[in-house]
């Protein structure tokens, strides 16, 4: 029975530290200086920003 509860605070414990999904706009930055920090590749162009398309 023990086992139970301690298996129940641990999921519950994970669920509580998982990180707070992203908005659009952050992953999109997020994404732009990653793509910008590779300093593996030398690249030709830069992606400064990005605008999403506009929706129907």
Known sequence: MLSCWLLVLALLGG???LPA????PQAL???VDSYNQRPEVQNAFR???ADPEPGP
């Open 15 to 17: 669920v509580c530290a």
């Open 47 to 49: 992606l400064l920003s």
């Open 29 to 31: 930055i997020q994404a």
């Open 21 to 24: 999904p992203l908005s659009y």
